[in-house]
């Protein structure tokens, strides 16, 4: 389970059953993408897809939930997530846009933690 995943998951948590020009409002990303996820989180069966009724001709629309039986443990799971990444400075210099063979480009030094553009300052 990916961020997209979860971000959708977690709309869809409160029960009500949400189309998908809502979903497009919550989530703040591509429809594309949006679509690509819902499909995988309805083949895993976290998601469910029902048919609207319409009162007019045309396509019909579909609004998606999570199912009862597994909406507590979908709420359950998402709280449980949190990540910690601790890196000593060494690995995180290579992650650097600055940082060229052990020399900081910005600061035009040797990359150090010291003074190091990426790394917010203690205050004193």
Do not use: W
């Not at 469910?48 to 507590?72: D, E, H, W």
């Not at 400075?89 to 650097?96: E, G, P, Q, V």
């Amino acid at each position: 389970m990916d961020f997209f995943d979860e971000r959708l998951l977690a709309v869809l948590s409160d029960g009500k059953p949400k189309v998908l020009a809502q979903l497009l409002g919550e989530v703040d990303f591509s429809r594309n993408t949006m679509k690509l996820h819902l499909k995988r989180l309805l083949s895993q069966g976290l998601v469910v897809k029902n048919k609207m009724p319409l009162n007019r001709k045309g396509r019909p629309k579909y609004a998606y939930s999570t199912p009862p039986r597994i909406r507590q443990q979908v709420s359950a799971a998402l709280s449980d997530r949190i990540t910690i990444i601790s890196l000593p400075f060494s690995r995180l210099r290579h992650l650097c846009r600055f940082e060229k063979g052990g020399y900081c480009k910005q600061a035009r030094k040797n990359c150090s933690p010291e003074n190091c553009p990426q790394l917010p300052k203690a205050k004193e």
